[in-house]
Each structure stands twice: as structure tokens, then as C-alpha cells.
């Protein structure tokens, strides 16, 4: 029986070097940045939340302030896929995967 050499190509090379790549910037997606999370706040979601999101949006949302990020990045999720329609989604639509972590870290640290 012959023992088959370990032989990578160019192209198995690189897209074992992508795959690297992507579980790296998956693992940095946890990694959440407060301070941006508090200055895209202020910008795009204190309008209807509240500075300290102590307020119901328009009438009709939870306060979230305080909220477990793990809530808050559920809930942001399913307004932006369209699973929850509600008033706020143009804005919520357009976050990012890193937005959303982002903001949902700074809103936990409210109302403590
Ligand atoms: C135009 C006003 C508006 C803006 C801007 C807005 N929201 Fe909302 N948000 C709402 C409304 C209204 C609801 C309740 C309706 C619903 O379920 O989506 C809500 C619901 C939520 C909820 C779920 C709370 C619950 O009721 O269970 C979260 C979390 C949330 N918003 C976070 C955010 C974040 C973070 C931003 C900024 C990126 C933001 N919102 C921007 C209006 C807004």
C-alpha cells in the first residue's frame, strides 16, 4: 500500500487560508466596542429610545435599557431580517453584524 503525500495546490492553499480568515473575523465579531456602541447610540437610536433608553419608542416598545445583550442582538436581528415589523426597522435594517454587537454591549451597561 502506498502512503499518499501530503500535497496542497495553490488554490487548496488559499481557500484554506480564506477559511482561516473567516473564523478569525468570526471570533472578533464577540469582541464588542462599548465606546462605539454608545456614540452610534446617540445617532441613531436615542431619537426614539431615549439618551439613556429609558424611554418607550413611540409609545410602544419595551424600555430596554438594561436589557441582556443577548436580548437586544435577538431582538435587533429579527427587525432586521423582517421577522418583527416595527417602527424603528429602516434604521435597524441597515446595522452591521458588528453594529449590532456593538450597540447591544453599550445598551446592557444602561440602567444598572
Ligand atoms: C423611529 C424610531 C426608532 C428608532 C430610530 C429605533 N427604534 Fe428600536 N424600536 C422602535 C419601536 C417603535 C419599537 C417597538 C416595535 C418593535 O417591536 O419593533 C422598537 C423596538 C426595539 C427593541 C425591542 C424592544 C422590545 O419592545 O422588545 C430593541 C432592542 C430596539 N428597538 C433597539 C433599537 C436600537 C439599538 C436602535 C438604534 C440602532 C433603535 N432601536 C432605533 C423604534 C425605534
Do not use: W
Amino acid at each position: 500500500m502506498r502512503i499518499a503525500k501530503m500535497r496542497f495546490t495553490f488554490t487548496q492553499l488559499c481557500s484554506f487560508i480564506v477559511a482561516l480568515l473567516t473564523v478569525q473575523s468570526a471570533v472578533a465579531l464577540t469582541d464588542a466596542d462599548i465606546a462605539k456602541g454608545k456614540r452610534q447610540y446617540q445617532q441613531l437610536c436615542a431619537m426614539c429610545h431615549g439618551r439613556n433608553a429609558d424611554k418607550q419608542a413611540l409609545n410602544s416598545s419595551a424600555i430596554i435599557a438594561g436589557l441582556p445583550a443577548t436580548e437586544i442582538v435577538s431582538a435587533l436581528h429579527k427587525r432586521k431580517n423582517g421577522e418583527i415589523d416595527g417602527g424603528g426597522n429602516t434604521v435597524k435594517a441597515r446595522l452591521t453584524e458588528q453594529d449590532i454587537q456593538n450597540l447591544a454591549a453599550y445598551i446592557e451597561t444602561l440602567g444598572k
